[in-house]
């Protein structure tokens, strides 16, 4: 039962979760979480290619770390703009924010 | 010792981020002082790169490849760079308290993007799209109290976590299939497997994330908004710089495959065409101007997409060629558009109304750019289309050229309507003439001259394209 | 050859002729447009030597063997040599010195009767320009310079008839004029090339040599001949295209008499005969020319007895006796037609000149009104009618006669009589129409005084008014000399017949042997001359012709066979309604609408496009995916 | 870099005096009118003295490519600056001097944005000129935009009826003209192995497989083809006349028309000639339809540019005829008629211009009289409309003469068609000059002046060279020659 194929399926899993999440949660906050999901589902992908495939062993956990820290930063970043955003719109909802189209 | 000579112009880039940071933290906020510290420093930056082009050799266990190749993209980026500080003059769309900010993630962009050049190992591409998409992503926001800059900022952001996310699966699956992450070892490997779904899946993936930075067709979404949303100079960096990253990259991704994958160039023909469609078509039907300007570089994505699917070296170095035209080229129109707006507000294309009386220069510069992007011969922009044409056509995709000169031709019209605006309308009410300072026409005249010289006379410039090409191939 | 003609007497002859004219045509136009008197003199002065050095050609020539022929490079494109020089045979001296006789007298008449015009100076320019055209035409070595002549002869009398260009219906004329031509001018060129291609060159002596028989097959030379034939039909008003002539008649009288009697209408028959040996050589083809040339003459002799316009009159009789000259040479007898041609020109410019005095003095064209305003009170131009409407009738002591008993005795020659039928028949009404118009002027109803001198200057914009007595004199003296050849010019027949002839040798058999024929035609031409009188001279007579008093047959002539409302109706409906207008709406709406069309799409798919850009982020994502799930798609298939 | 330049670069002068010319009137300021135009006026001169003496110097007996300047360019491409005079391009090299002095001179009293426009016009014939005298495709595709874009802002800015859509047409049109040519010299260079753009170097029998050369030759003909005014492509000519001003619509019937069928002879029918002689049939019943259907629509219009554009269109028809030919007369007779037609235009819509200068209307039904008020204005417009029906002792009747000759003995359908069709342009042409020039006074015409003399000079100059040509055709069709005849008898 442990092989890559588990691991992988499990990624897969946890990536079109992720896509699901971003198109189908309406806040902000939501769509952020989404996309952590997908991030963390390539991590593990990278850990198991790497547990079962790649010789030399230490590449995929430097990679996850490295995701992980770009993670925050990102999300660090998502949240200040949907403070301005809550501070304009009194609202997170990704509906209110339309006015640019066309 | 010799080592991190090679790494001078990114080290440069580094110092002025630190210089940047200590304005920032500077009580008193002067933007004048700031804007001369940013003139010197980025001008002093085009210098470096410039001196630095013959570097050769490869750092940080061979991650990072410094060679023609890189060089020349570090010196597009450190000219745009310097150029577009030099149109924040009066930086009036952003607050005044904002102003050490703005150069600093400026340099931080422009910093990460010359990371992003001379890359050669998954990660560090990673990393370093990652940098300068986050110093983007904060730059739109930052203008002044208008409210739709914001939602665009968000919008560029999702847009881009997104494809980052899904670039970084698609590298997972890269290094599951070739069990390596250095690009050396990549193209060795990868061509053998390629028929391998997963290796094909995973490519495309990775291919997504720098398709948003160019803003191709199914990642084009953020491109109008943002244009819009953001600051008249963010805009300008943002289609004129981050576009010569991404043109980099992808070619470096795109040699990966070594050209005998069908699949892969049917994709990317396909891509091509829909964006220069979608871009021509779209574009025709816009008031604003940045909006259009959004449009057109989603079909210059597509003519860039042209001469990096031809896989040859002709292809990449005319894709070279044409990164530099269109740099030039856009940002000759966005110093017109932000001379005309002076508060930094959005320019209609209505407001370009008698603008050969206004400013005469003005007038001619933007005639000539809006010709160069239409693919009128004396300018570059002619011949850049001319070389992308020429490279496609060698490996026989005479429909794709055929279709790509229809769509200038579709482009001709919308870009007509802007020299029309500027010099058949006549404003309804009386505009003030346009006092256009000394600099000001001496940068304009610069960029005429070059896009007319480089356009009659593109020899030079071809040559050290190619060579840059030659380089990339012999990795 | 250009070094050499100041020495050749004759090129220098022939090329001062020829050339002169147009020297001044230039001048006029360039130079002395606002001097009218300095440009009349020197047109005048340029035709005359034209006239004194083509009587020098044709009297250093009499005893001519050999045509004398001279060539210069105009043209060399690939294997097309067009070359530009003088062929000086019989034929071409005659014609040569009847263009310069006739333009002579018509310019010195000009004087007086375009005096005071404001288009004066003009008016000599185009004469000039059509006296060039002609005198080179017929001295033209090979046909192609001849159809270029042909063409510029055409464009002057589209000039000429459209001179009073404020009148609508003069310059109506000139363009009917100018397209009908250019439809005969068409067939014309269409031959030409056909002649070109099969046969190599087009020169004309080549042309008249037995051995095109070698190169074209017999067919080929008949369609030919049919296609060269249309041009004759075009330019001498033949059947299919007679009514230009008519209409022509908008132009100053000097201009009829000049071109559209003695000169340029001739220029057809002058073809014919000028190729005569080339047409000989397909008896089909001479058979349809006699056909067409009966029916015009017949056609044209019926119209004539109907209008009461004195210059109408003598534009039908002219298309009726080039009509007999077509039947002449058709009929094989080429002397006959040529000279019958020489006399035409002579008597009809005569008839047309008088007639312009009568104009000039009654302001009216309708000649019985001249009658009653005492028309036969002017002396000199009476007589001179007289003689000339005696010698077209055929009468014996004039050259009228002796031209048309040629024509008879080659008509007689053919084996089917009908042909000889048909011309006694013209002869009879052409003797009853012109001395209608005779007698109509000479013993007129009743004589009213009123018009006889002062009459205001309306019409042809030139006031004849001030009637002093010089004009009077110049335009006199054109008409004794005419009247005076039509008397003397008969009794030349015989050395004619041997200078032209002479080396033809017994072409055709020699007519004269018909003694009863002479008797016959004279005497139909007395009978018309008698039942005119009888309708119009005696003293109770009713002044109303046989014709008129059957109402449909004079509607049916004096609309001259409704062939003019079917080419109105045929230009209105199909040229105009259908093609015109089919052609311009679809251009309109199918090319151009489709272009429109087709731009305006692009803008719309630009406008429906916009939409997919909506506000909502998460629709962008979703298209995003959907695009990436498709591209993944193909992978896998 | 291999120079090779003649004793005196005159081709590269032709050039220069327009790019010249063109600086000078920018530099001059906006207010001084009559001092920008008498130095497009000499700019303007010093190009016609130079193509007519290049006319003349060209030395028959050697024949071949002459006055030739090779500079190599880009090394990479294969592409050279390279100039050269043969016996097709003379011609039009002289045509385009005459109709740019003509034109300068017939705008003598424009006032409003006078730098502009001769700024413009400049830029347009410096393309002219340059896509007539360059013997490479690369250079020969540069110029011949160059001399496209400047059209949108003369008609845009000094424009007459319906400007702006006039302008936008004719623009879009012919640049999506050039939206086929492209791809068809891409074709060719790509093809050809040679890797490079050089005409004489591609024109070697072998270079191109008989496939290759019929593909490209449909190509470069339709995009060459809509500029020339082929039969489908035809509509944006009479629009983009109607809305241009004079000396535009001089320039550009006169001259542009003549570049698209040059092209075609130049690039197409040199480096394709078994796809010429392949694509001939089409090119034959293109331009039939072209005369006929050009005179006929000429005869429903009632707008005096409109007509004018109709009879280019129709005579272009017959310059297609004659290269549809494939043989040497029906070249010769091609392209002495593109130059005849040129001249005979030129003088058409001056005389229309000056008439419309005047009276401000260009509808027929509106004119009347004109012969009475401006003698010599309409007397121009008259020789030029003689010209048009192809009266002999005219520059143009030759021209129709050898092409109708050639095309009669390759088409004789087609041949006989267009001669007919000649009636027709004769019928619209007179009738046109009938309603305008003849007939009544019109009182409210009453008190306009006639043509100055000053005004005349450019119509005379015209005038004189219709005639000159009329009456001493060997001397255009010597230099013809020299060019056709080698190229014919080169033919697989």
Same mark, same amino acid.
């Given at each position: 039962m442990n092989s890559l194929t588990t691991y992988l399926f499990i990624a897969a899993l946890l990536f079109s979760l992720g896509i699901f999440g971003v198109f189908q949660r309406r806040s902000l906050i939501g769509m952020l979480i989404a996309i952590e999901l997908m991030l963390n589902a390539a991590s593990i992908n990278f850990m198991a290619f790497n547990r079962f495939l790649a010789p030399d062993p230490i590449v995929g956990q430097i990679y996850t770390l490295f995701i992980m820290g770009i993670a925050a930063a990102e999300a660090a970043i998502a949240l200040s703009i949907i403070v301005a955003l809550f501070r304009r719109l009194r609202s997170i909802n990704i509906e209110r924010a339309q006015e640019l189209r066309g | 010792m010799k080592l991190w000579i090679l790494f001078i112009p990114e080290l440069y880039c580094l110092l002025m981020g630190v210089v940047f940071f200590g304005l920032a933290m500077v009580a008193r906020p002067n933007p004048r002082r700031d804007y001369f510290v940013a003139l010197l420093l980025a001008s002093a930056g085009v210098v470096v790169a410039l001196a630095s082009i013959k570097l050769e050799g490869t750092l940080f266990f061979e991650a990072y490849r410094v060679d023609l190749f890189s060089q020349v993209f570090k010196v597009m980026l450190a000219m745009g760079f310097f150029l577009v500080i030099c149109?924040?003059?009066?930086?009036?769309?952003?607050?005044?308290? @904002? @102003? &050490?900010?703005?150069?600093?993630?400026?340099?931080?962009?422009?910093?990460?993007?010359?990371?992003?050049?001379?890359? *050669?190992?998954?990660?560090?591409?990673?990393?370093?799209?990652?940098?300068?998409?986050?110093?983007?992503?904060?730059?739109? &926001?930052?203008?002044?109290?208008?409210?739709?800059?914001?939602?665009?900022?968000i919008k560029y952001l999702m847009v881009g976590a997104t494809s980052s996310a899904v670039m970084l699966f698609g590298l997972s699956f890269i290094f599951g299939v070739t069990h390596t992450t250095y690009v050396v070892d990549i193209i060795n490997v990868l061509p053998s497997v390629i028929s391998s779904p997963a290796a094909i899946v995973g490519l495309l993936l990775v291919l997504c994330g720098f398709f948003f930075k160019l803003a191709?067709? &199914?990642? @084009?979404?953020?491109?109008?908004?943002?244009?819009?949303?953001?600051?008249?100079?963010?805009?300008?960096?943002?289609?004129?710089?981050?576009?010569?990253?991404?043109?980099?990259?992808?070619?470096?991704?795109?040699?990966? *495959?070594?050209?005998?994958?069908?699949?892969?160039?049917?994709?990317?023909?396909?891509?091509?065409?829909a964006s220069m469609t979608l871009g021509n078509l779209v574009a025709i039907v816009q008031k604003d101007m940045k909006r259009l300007l959004a449009y057109s570089s989603i079909s210059h994505a597509g003519y860039v997409l042209i001469g990096i699917l031809s896989m040859s070296q002709t292809g990449y170095a005319s894709a070279i060629f044409y990164a530099l035209a269109y740099l030039v080229m856009n940002l000759c129109c966005f110093l017109v558009v932000i001379k005309v707006a002076q508060d930094g507000s959005d320019l209609k294309i209505a407001q370009l109304a008698g603008l050969h009386r206004r400013s005469p220069i003005l007038a001619m510069a933007l005639m000539l750019a809006v010709f160069g992007l239409a693919g009128i011969p004396p300018t570059i922009g002619f011949t850049g289309k001319f070389l992308v044409f020429a490279a496609a056509m060698e490996k026989g995709y005479i429909t794709l050229v055929i279709i790509a000169m229809i769509n200038a031709t579709i482009s001709l019209y919308y870009y007509i309507l802007v020299v029309k605006a500027a010099y058949l309308m006549e404003p309804d009410v009386e505009q003030p003439r346009l006092a256009v300072s000394i600099p000001t026409k001496l940068l304009t005249g610069a960029l005429v001259t070059l896009m007319v010289v480089f356009g009659v006379f593109p020899h030079y410039l071809l040559e050290v394209a190619r060579a840059a090409a030659r380089m990339l191939l012999q990795v | 050859m250009t070094s050499s003609w100041f020495q050749d007497p004759t090129l220098l002859a022939a090329a001062l002729a020829a050339l002169l004219p147009f020297v001044t045509f230039a001048l006029i136009m360039i130079f002395t447009r606002p001097y009218p008197k300095l440009s009349a003199a020197i047109s005048i002065a340029a035709v005359s030597v034209s006239l004194v050095c083509a009587i020098f050609l044709l009297s250093s020539h009499w005893h001519l063997e050999k045509p004398i022929q001279y060539a210069a490079k105009w043209i060399i494109s690939g294997d097309i040599y067009i070359p530009f020089g003088f062929l000086l045979d019989q034929l071409s001296l005659v014609m040569l010195t009847i263009v310069a006789v006739i333009s002579f007298l018509v310019q010195v008449y000009s004087l007086g009767y375009m005096a005071g015009d404001p288009g004066f100076a003009r008016y000599y320019a185009f004469q000039s320009l059509f006296a060039w055209a002609m005198m080179t035409m017929s001295i033209a070595p090979t046909m192609l310079q001849f159809y270029v002549f042909w063409e510029l002869v055409g464009l002057a009398s589209y000039l000429l008839i459209g001179f009073y260009y404020e009148k609508f219906s003069a310059s109506e004329a000139g363009k009917k004029a100018f397209v009908m031509t250019r439809f005969g001018d068409i067939a014309f060129f269409l031959g030409l090339l056909l002649v070109l291609f099969n046969f190599g060159n087009l020169n004309i002596l080549d042309m008249n040599s037995v051995d095109v028989t070698a190169r074209m097959s017999p067919a080929l030379i008949t369609l030919s001949a049919i296609l060269i034939f249309g041009g004759v039909a075009g330019k001498s008003a033949q059947f299919p295209l007679l009514t230009w002539l008519p209409d022509a008649m908008e132009g100053p009288t000097p201009v009829s008499a000049l071109l559209h009697s003695a000169t340029m209408v001739a220029a057809g028959v002058y073809m014919f005969a000028r190729i005569f040996p080339f047409f000989s050589h397909s008896a089909a083809a001479m058979n349809t020319f006699l056909a067409i040339g009966t029916i015009t003459m017949l056609l044209a002799s019926t119209m004539a007895m109907v209008t009461r316009d004195i210059k109408q009159v003598w534009a039908y009789s002219t298309v009726s006796q080039l009509g007999f000259m077509v039947m002449g040479l058709a009929a094989g007898s080429y002397f006959a037609g040529i000279f019958h041609l020489t006399t035409h020109a002579g008597f009809k410019a005569l008839l047309f000149l008088c007639s312009g005095v009568f104009i000039?003095?009654?302001?009216?064209?309708? +000649?019985?009104e001249m009658g009653k305003y005492g028309g036969r009170g002017l002396k000199v131009p009476m007589v001179c009618m007289t003689v000339a409407a005696a010698a077209l009738s055929g009468l014996p002591p004039l050259s009228g006669f002796f031209s048309k008993e040629a024509i008879m005795g080659g008509l007689a020659g053919l084996h089917n009589p009908v042909w000889l039928w048909a011309g006694l028949l013209g002869a009879f009404l052409t003797a009853y129409y012109s001395f209608r118009l005779i007698f109509s002027i000479l013993f007129p109803r009743k004589?009213?005084?009123?018009?006889?001198?002062?009459?205001?200057?309306?019409?042809?914009g030139h006031d004849g008014g001030h009637h002093h007595v010089g004009i009077y004199w110049v335009m006199a003296w054109p008409l004794i000399i005419l009247a005076s050849i039509t008397l003397v010019l008969g009794f030349f027949h015989t050395p004619l017949e041997n200078f032209l002839v002479g080396h033809h040798g017994g072409a055709e058999a020699h007519g004269g042997h018909h003694a /009863?024929?002479?008797?016959? =035609? !004279?005497?139909?031409?007395?009978?018309? !001359?008698?039942?005119? /009188?009888?309708?119009?001279?005696?003293?109770? =007579?009713?002044?109303?012709?046989?014709?008129?008093?059957?109402?449909?047959?004079?509607?049916? +002539?004096?609309?001259? /066979?409704?062939?003019?409302?079917?080419?109105?109706?045929?230009?209105?409906? +199909?040229?105009?309604?259908?093609?015109?207008?089919?052609?311009?709406?679809?251009?309109?709406?199918?090319?151009?609408?489709?272009?429109?069309?087709?731009?305006?799409?692009?803008?719309?798919?630009? /406008?429906?496009?916009?939409?997919?850009?909506?506000?909502?982020?998460?629709?962008?994502?979703? !298209?995003?995916? =959907?695009?990436? =799930?498709?591209?993944?798609?193909?992978?896998?298939? | 870099m291999s120079m090779e330049f003649a004793n005196f670069p005159y081709l590269t002068a032709i050039l220069l005096s327009c790019v010249v010319g063109l600086l000078v009137i920018l530099?001059? %300021?906006? $207010?001084?009118?009559?001092?920008?135009?008498?130095?497009?006026?000499?700019?303007?001169?010093?190009?016609?003295?130079?193509?007519?003496?290049?006319?003349?110097?060209?030395?028959?007996?050697?024949?071949?490519?002459?006055?030739?300047?090779?500079?190599?360019?880009?090394?990479?491409?294969?592409?050279?600056?390279?100039?050269?005079?043969?016996?097709?391009?003379?011609?039009?090299?002289?045509?385009?001097?005459?109709?740019?002095?003509?034109?300068?001179?017939?705008?003598?009293?424009?006032?409003?944005?006078?730098?502009?426009?001769?700024?413009?016009?400049?830029?347009?014939?410096?393309?002219?000129?340059?896509?007539?005298?360059?013997?490479?495709?690369?250079?020969?595709?540069?110029?011949?935009?160059?001399?496209?874009?400047?059209?949108?802002?003369?008609?845009?800015?000094?424009?007459?009826?319906?400007? $702006?859509?006039?302008?936008?047409?004719?623009?879009?049109?012919?640049?999506?003209?050039?939206?086929?040519?492209? %791809?068809?010299?891409?074709?060719?260079?790509?093809?050809?192995?040679?890797? #490079?753009?050089?005409?004489?170097?591609?024109?070697?029998?072998?270079?191109? #497989? %008989?496939?290759?050369?019929?593909?490209?030759?449909?190509?470069?003909?339709?995009?060459f083809g809509i500029l020339a005014g082929v039969w489908p492509f035809h509509t944006w000519s009479p629009v983009g006349h109607v809305a241009a001003p004079t000396s535009v619509s001089m320039i550009h019937a006169g001259v542009l028309m003549k570049l698209g069928a040059f092209g075609v002879l130049r690039v197409a029918i040199f480096l394709c000639p078994e796809g010429w002689q392949y694509w001939a049939q089409l090119m034959a019943v293109l331009a039939t339809c072209g005369i006929v259907y050009g005179a006929f629509v000429g005869l429903a219009q009632t707008d005096l540019k409109y007509v004018i554009g109709y009879s280019s269109v129709s005579h272009m028809g017959i310059v297609g005829l004659g290269l549809a030919t494939v043989t040497v007369d029906g070249l010769n007779g091609a392209v002495f008629q593109m130059f005849a037609h040129g001249?005979?235009?030129?003088?058409?819509?001056?005389?229309?211009?000056?008439?419309?200068?005047?009276?401000?209307?260009?509808?027929?039904? $509106?004119?009347?009289?004109?012969?009475?008020?401006? %003698?010599?204005?309409?007397?121009?417009?008259?020789?030029?409309?003689?010209?048009?029906?192809?009266?002999?002792?005219?520059?143009?009747?030759w021209a129709e003469l050898l092409v109708f000759i050639s095309a009669f003995k390759t088409y004789p359908i087609r041949g006989a068609l267009a001669i007919c069709g000649l009636v027709v342009s004769a019928l619209f042409m007179l009738r046109v000059v009938q309603r305008t020039f003849y007939g009544e006074k019109r009182e409210e015409f009453d008190h306009l002046p006639d043509v100055s003399f000053g005004l005349g000079i450019p119509r005379m100059i015209l005038v004189a060279v219709i005639v000159f040509f009329g009456l001493f055709p060997s001397v255009m069709l010597d230099v013809i020659q020299v060019a056709s005849i080698p190229f014919i008898n080169g033919l697989p």
């Open positions: - | 149109f924040c003059t009066e930086l009036n769309g952003i607050e005044e308290r @904002h @102003h &050490p900010e703005f150069y600093l993630f400026l340099t931080t962009c422009t910093l990460a993007m010359m990371l992003l050049v001379s890359s *050669v190992e998954l990660l560090t591409i990673y990393v370093a799209l990652e940098l300068s998409s986050y110093s983007l992503y904060i730059l739109v &926001p930052l203008r002044r109290g208008h409210g739709i800059d914001v939602e665009a900022g191709v067709f &199914p990642f @084009h979404f953020w491109a109008p908004d943002v244009y819009q949303g953001a600051a008249n100079q963010v805009t300008a960096y943002i289609a004129s710089a981050s576009k010569v990253a991404a043109v980099a990259i992808i070619m470096r991704m795109v040699s990966l *495959v070594g050209g005998d994958s069908k699949y892969l160039v049917h994709v990317l023909v396909t891509l091509s065409i | 000039h003095e009654f302001e009216t064209n309708d +000649f019985f004589i009213e005084k009123t018009h006889q001198g002062e009459h205001g200057g309306h019409g042809h /009863w024929l002479l008797y016959v =035609a !004279v005497g139909l031409a007395l009978s018309g !001359v008698g039942l005119a /009188w009888l309708e119009f001279g005696r003293k109770g =007579a009713s002044q109303v012709g046989f014709v008129e008093k059957i109402e449909p047959m004079s509607r049916l +002539f004096a609309n001259r /066979w409704y062939i003019d409302h079917f080419y109105r109706r045929f230009l209105d409906y +199909f040229i105009y309604g259908i093609v015109s207008n089919l052609f311009t709406r679809n251009d309109r709406r199918v090319i151009d609408g489709g272009i429109d069309g087709i731009c305006r799409a692009t803008v719309g798919s630009g /406008w429906a496009l916009s939409f997919l850009q909506s506000g909502m982020l998460q629709y962008n994502l979703m !298209v995003m995916f =959907a695009v990436l =799930a498709l591209v993944a798609l193909y992978f896998f298939f | 530099f001059i %300021p906006d $207010e001084r009118k009559m001092l920008i135009k008498w130095v497009s006026l000499v700019f303007s001169g010093i190009t016609m003295v130079l193509s007519i003496y290049l006319f003349f110097a060209y030395d028959k007996t050697q024949g071949g490519l002459q006055f030739v300047e090779r500079v190599l360019w880009v090394k990479s491409l294969g592409i050279y600056y390279f100039n050269g005079a043969d016996g097709f391009n003379l011609p039009m090299l002289m045509l385009t001097g005459i109709v740019l002095f003509t034109g300068v001179l017939t705008m003598w009293e424009l006032e409003t944005r006078v730098k502009e426009f001769f700024a413009f016009t400049f830029l347009l014939v410096a393309g002219v000129f340059g896509v007539f005298m360059s013997m490479d495709l690369f250079f020969i595709f540069v110029w011949y935009d160059v001399s496209l874009f400047p059209m949108y802002p003369l008609i845009a800015i000094w424009g007459s009826t319906r400007k $702006e859509y006039g302008a936008m047409k004719l623009t879009l049109y012919l640049l999506a003209g050039s939206a086929l040519i492209l %791809p068809g010299i891409l074709y060719l260079f790509v093809n050809s192995g040679l890797n #490079t753009f050089d005409i004489v170097a591609l024109m070697q029998p072998g270079t191109f #497989t %008989p496939f290759q050369q019929k593909f490209a030759f449909i190509l470069l003909y339709l995009g001249v005979m235009t030129a003088l058409l819509f001056s005389s229309v211009g000056y008439i419309y200068d005047k009276t401000h209307t260009k509808m027929i039904p $509106e004119l009347g009289g004109m012969s009475r008020t401006m %003698p010599v204005a309409s007397g121009y417009f008259i020789v030029a409309a003689l010209a048009g029906i192809g009266v002999p002792c005219l520059a143009s009747f």
